[in-house]
T-cell receptor
Framework: EAQVTQNPRYLITVTGKKLTVTCSQN?????MSWYRQDPGLGLRQIYY???????DKGDVPEGYKVSRKEKRNFPLILESPSPNQTSLYFC???????????FGPGTRLTVT | GDSVTQMEGPVTLSEEAFLTINCTYT??????LFWYVQYPGEGLQLLLK?????DKGSNKGFEATYRKETTSFHLEKGSVQVSDSAVYFC?????????FGKGTMLLVSP
């Protein structure tokens, strides 16, 4: 089944404790992206990647890191999480030239 | 920069009512336009798309027409069902990324 998977689905952590949210897709898509969803703000893009070893900042990259060492994986790293990063995070992938995106189920992160 | 504006929700309708969710955009060039739907507890799914002016996207009884002259891409459905209750996002792509509107929640009651 074609899908985007994210882990974990739910995470509660404390300020400053490094964490990684994994994202994997099995559709051989070149394009992958991370978004955060907050009430009243919709979806905002954090980082995206057009291909392996190529990443670019989105609209709200501060406090986040990403890497793209393999085509299928695009982990999101929070080196020192803060409460304002409490949010619902979505990973997405797509074919490079179509711009349609397939979304994962989301990761709800709470930072206390 | 590119932007998408959607009507604020929630939109509350009775089953079988007609639905319109307004969406307008600002973009340089000729973007592709999309409607995504998010059911409770799930990620976003592509509902329909249009890639050029006057194209009509349609799926599951929903449709939207790309209107370049009014920079709009309004979502319509002739008869909504309770199962259509979800959040709907209008989006555009004019380069390497998608720009989303803030989303409109639709609540359909029996």
């Amino acid at each position: 089944e074609a899908q985007v998977t994210q882990n974990p689905r739910y995470l509660i952590t404390v300020t400053g404790k490094k964490l990684t949210v994994t994202c994997s897709q099995n559709m051989n898509h070149e394009y992958m992206s991370w978004y955060r969803q907050d009430p009243g703000l919709g979806l905002r893009q954090i980082y995206y990647s057009m291909n392996v070893e190529v990443t670019d900042k989105g609209d709200v990259p501060e406090g986040y890191k990403v890497s793209r060492k393999e085509k299928r994986n695009f982990p999101l790293i929070l080196e020192s999480p803060s409460p304002n990063q409490t949010s619902l995070y979505f990973c997405a992938s797509g074919e490079r030239d179509s711009y349609e995106q397939y979304f994962g189920p989301g990761t709800r992160l709470t930072v206390t | 920069g590119d932007s998408v504006t959607q009507m604020e929700g929630p939109v509350t309708l009775s089953e079988e009512a007609f639905l319109t969710i307004n969406c307008t955009y600002t973009a340089t060039g000729y973007p592709s336009l999309f409607w995504y739907v998010q059911y409770p507890g799930e990620g976003l799914q592509l509902l329909l798309k249009a890639t050029k002016a006057d194209d009509k996207g349609s799926n599951k009884g929903f449709e939207a027409t790309y209107r370049k002259e009014t920079t709009s891409f309004h979502l319509e459905k002739g008869s909504v069902q309770v199962s259509d209750s979800a959040v709907y996002f209008c989006a555009l792509s004019a380069g390497s990324t998608l720009t989303f509107g803030k989303g409109t929640m639709l609540l359909v009651s029996p």
